[in-house]
Structures are given as structure tokens and as C-alpha cells.
């Protein structure tokens, strides 16, 4: 099983600046400055989580939906988009006693990946809703 001082080294060999700001808890900064991951070391499960954006309070967000539903099923490789408290965050979820570093890896990076490269259509679905 990894232990909080493996995900430790893990980060470190990432070559990633992190912060613990919790027990087990750590912010991980994004390369190039990218959003910020909370990567939470809660036995028996590692919980990755980035929040894209606070989702507009109002207006027709069907499109947007529509979209994250499909790079759900067909762009995310690691983990999914989601909606918590008005916020769309992509998360992961992965068990500890059988994780390894290429999968950690795997998982910052898919997440940092889907958010970058879905990032300027979820603004323009997300405006667009506001319009309708």
C-alpha cells in the first residue's frame, strides 16, 4: 500500500512544487503554473480533485453538459468531469494498494491535460448558457 511518504517521493520525483495544507492532504501546483490539485492521501483511496470553475448560477447549461458528459466517455482518460457546490471540478479516485507511480503520474497529468485542453470551450458553452 502507499504510504503518505511514498506519494511524498512520488511528487517529488514529478519534479512538482506541493504544499501538505492537511494531514495527508497536499496542494500540488500546476506546471506552467496551471490550476492547482488537491491530492488527498485518505486510506484506502487517493483522491485527486482540480477545480475548473465556479458554473454560472443561472442560464441553459445543456451544451456544457452535453460536452463534459462526452470528453467523459471519450477524452478523460483518468477520472471524470463533475459538479460540487456550483463548481466543476475534475476528479480521481485510485486505490492505494495497488497504486504505483506511473498511475499517479498518469492521473495528474490526465487531469491537467483534459482541463487545459478542454478549458476555452467550457468558458464559451458556459457564456453561451448565460446568453440563452
Do not use: C
Amino acid at each position: 500500500m502507499v504510504t503518505r511518504d511514498d506519494l511524498e517521493s512520488f511528487l517529488i520525483r514529478m519534479d512538482l512544487d506541493f504544499n501538505e495544507v492537511d494531514e495527508g492532504m497536499y496542494l500540488v501546483q500546476g506546471p506552467n503554473n496551471g490550476a492547482p490539485v488537491v491530492v488527498h492521501h485518505s486510506p484506502p483511496l487517493l483522491v485527486v480533485r482540480m477545480k475548473v470553475m465556479s458554473l454560472p448560477e443561472e442560464g441553459d447549461l445543456w451544451e456544457l453538459f452535453e460536452a463534459l458528459l462526452t470528453w467523459n466517455a471519450t477524452d478523460v482518460v483518468h477520472g471524470a468531469y463533475g459538479i460540487e457546490e456550483g463548481d466543476l471540478i475534475l476528479t480521481d479516485t485510485l486505490e492505494l494498494e495497488t497504486l504505483d507511480f506511473p498511475e499517479v503520474q498518469a492521473s495528474l497529468e490526465s487531469l491537467q491535460m483534459a482541463a487545459s485542453s478542454h478549458m476555452s470551450q467550457i468558458k464559451s458553452l458556459a457564456s453561451k448558457g448565460q446568453e440563452d
